[in-house]
């Protein structure tokens, strides 16, 4: 048995919206065949006809991108289920338009053996929402003291390629500098938490004049832009890649510009939330804005959407950061750091680059898909949407706009900045190895995905 064909008639592709003013309609539209997890098919908008058991997708209106890729993700298994599963995360995934997610590694037990991400990575199997790869720990249970079996992980069937102790900074520079060494090897890459832990210990907010305001202990810049510059140094030293997780601050995308400009291997990431909210949510004492790294300035926020349109910054990571309604339901000194954002990435990021016209619907693939796929070294993942590539899509609708609201949130937790806000587009379908998970911008059910999963593995 395998899975129903598809066949997505008169839609738009991204990769061809390329000019940041474009109107979507100035695109051609086209049709798209899938059949045994690959597109097989493509031709002007009307020339498919529809055939005996296939699934048609009108998808006049709707823009086709290659399935989104989060880079930063917390699903929160093993041990801390009450927050997140990785079915209930790969379904916020799935609502949200990504194909696949990369999971951080602190979980309980950490995600630093062999045996915790295959585990990890067969949950995701199991699932079926969405393509997981685990992120392996640098160190030991994060500890900061010995590296984790960077080897063993990279060699496991999860064949992990990012390594990262998010949550944590890897601060001792000789064991970052061995991770580097270590990751060369096999064309890994170390993905850096950058917050040098001194300079923020009990910090609750960017520093500033508000954060003395406010009474709340500050986050200076400097925490993180010292990181960044001292690992710069060691990549380019050793010719290694190096990946900073969620950039905050002009003075980091600065340094990073001088890195590029030197031919380092460094990649970088910026988060949504970074790019439209500021630290004046703190006024409001609310912990649904308390994050790591903190919001920044409003100086902060244009200098990241400028560094996003020039390409200093590679790349939108959610860091999708789950918690129990008690984490949050305190008071602010209290309150656990991290947002909810895999439903709510694309539209804030249609909101802050492309109606603010820092991208383009192409580099927004390029953005939320492409880079992402290509920093993780993700195999299978489609390059573009043409004939012969793998049949992993998200059709967006550019024209809705919605009040986001509790209904869209589709994990077990509700900790999202974004409630309340009209936010633009609406992701209408997610196609993963050529099954829908998301049908008219409604979830398929966990046993329909589960067994489309078997089906598209079984015809691999």
Known sequence: MTNPDLLIRGVRIAAELKERSADPASADAVDLRVSNGHIVARGAAGSL??????????????????????????????????????????????????????????????????????????????????????????????????????????QSRAAVRVFSDDG?????????????????????????????????????????????????????????????ARDVLLAEHIGARLHICHLSTAGSVEVVRW????????????????????EETA??????????????????????????????IDIIATDHAPHPAEAKECEWDAAAFGMVGLESALPISILSLIQEGHSSWAELEQLLSQRPAKIGRLA????????GQPADIVLVDPDCSSVFNFTHLQGMSQNSPFLDMRLPGRVAYTVR???????????????????????????L
């Open 433 to 459: 190895k050529g099954y829908l998970t998301l049908d008219d911008g409604e979830l398929v059910s966990p046993d329909a995905v589960a067994a489309a999963a078997k089906f598209a593995e079984a015809a």
């Open 259 to 278: 890195a590029k400009a030197r031919g380092v291997q460094v990649t970088a990431e910026v988060t949504p939330h970074h790019l439209i909210l500021t």
């Open 49 to 154: 006809v529809p055939q005996e058991g296939e699934r048609v997708i009108e998808a006049e209106g709707l823009i086709a991108m290659t399935g989104l890729v989060d880079l930063h993700t917390h699903l929160r298994e093993p041990g801390f289920e009450r927050s997140e599963t990785v079915l209930t995360g790969t379904r916020a995934a799935a609502a949200g338009g990504f194909t696949t997610v990369f999971p951080m590694a602190n979980t309980s037990p950490v995600q630093d053996t062999a045996g915790v991400v295959e585990q990890v990575q067969s949950l995701g199997d199991a699932a079926g929402y969405a393509t997981v790869r685990p992120i392996g720990a640098v160190t030991e249970d994060l500890g900061g003291e010995r590296l984790s079996e960077i080897g063993a992980m990279a």
């Open 168 to 228: 944590k900074c890897v601060h001792d520079p000789l064991l970052m500098r061995r991770a580097l060494e270590y990751v060369k090897t096999f064309d890994g890459v170390v993905a850096q938490h950058a917050q040098d832990p001194r300079l923020t210990e009990g910090a609750q907010m960017n520093e500033g004049a508000l954060s003395s305001e406010l009474g709340l202990k500050g986050w200076p810049a400097v925490a993180e832009e010292s990181i960044i």
């Open 380 to 387: 299978g993942h489609p390059e573009t949407l043409e004939v």
């Open 283 to 312: 006024r409001s004492y609310d912990p649904r804005y308390k994050v790591n790294p903190p919001l920044r300035r409003d100086e902060d926020v244009h200098a990241l959407r400028a560094a996003v349109a020039e390409g200093v």
